[in-house]
């Protein structure tokens, strides 16, 4: 594929019209030369094969084939995830941007997707909205699949609330992302060792990564006998 030069510029009353460019258009075939890129440039020999389909598609939501590096899961992540959702049990997101990224027709049994964060329309004092809508979310918690792709203070009232024993969850996506507490939640979350986890280590993360685990996940769930 090459971008030629722009070769000519039309002005109109109520448009500008620009001609010139040559790039692919038909969906399948960006669809498959973004994967056999994918494929060609990430050296996947840190991951076990069944993990190797989520980071390819937080691959492709974002750009990173340098991110497997970084990725981290327990041994258990997608057994236990991919039975949740399975199990029609609730997936639990901190932020609109992962719920609306989630494509809800892929979940195998229309899993409903929350997200409490809006009952909550401003910080309470000493606190934040993320980390308050954790709280109020403890009824959908346990034996939830949670995921987090934007506030690092979700991710640790979460951690919290396993450590104390007051909420369950079955699995986490841990990706918040960012340049204050990101980095220290996911250790966090990969130390803690008490709850099934996928995170990225680092500042990077994000509702476009979240959401892409997720609907992975979905995939491989679809596929389960």
């Not at 991919?82 to 049994?109: E, F, K, N, Y």
């Not at 506030?151 to 969850?169: D, K, N, Q, V, W």
């Not at 979240?210 to 996940?217: D, K, Y």
């Amino acid at each position: 594929m090459s971008l030629s030069p722009i070769v000519g510029v039309a002005y109109g009353n109520d448009a500008v019209t620009v001609e010139g460019f040559d790039y692919l258009r038909d969906p399948d075939t960006i669809y498959e030369r973004s994967f056999a890129i994918i494929e060609a440039e990430t050296d996947w020999a840190s991951l076990s094969s069944e993990l190797r389909p989520v980071a390819l598609r937080m691959i492709h939501a974002s750009g990173m084939t340098e991110l497997v590096g970084d990725l981290a899961a327990s041994n258990d992540f997608v057994t236990t995830a991919t039975a949740t959702l399975r199990g029609a049990r609730p997936v639990i997101a901190d932020c609109r941007m992962v719920q609306h990224g989630i494509i809800r027709r892929q979940l195998p049994a229309a899993n409903p997707i929350a997200c409490i964060l809006d009952e909550q329309p401003h910080a309470p004092a000493g606190d934040t909205r993320s980390a308050a809508a954790i709280d109020r979310s403890a009824p959908l918690l346990d034996g939830a699949l949670v995921v987090i792709g934007n506030a690092p203070t979700a991710l640790f009232r979460l951690l919290e609330r396993i450590a104390s024993g007051t909420s369950r969850p079955a699995a986490v996506v841990g990706l918040p992302v960012g340049f204050v507490g990101a980095a220290e939640s996911k250790a966090a979350l990969a130390a803690a060792g008490s709850v099934p986890f996928l995170t990225l280590h680092g500042r990077r993360g994000g509702s476009p990564m979240a959401a892409a685990a997720v609907n992975a996940l979905a995939r491989l769930a679809g596929r389960a006998p």
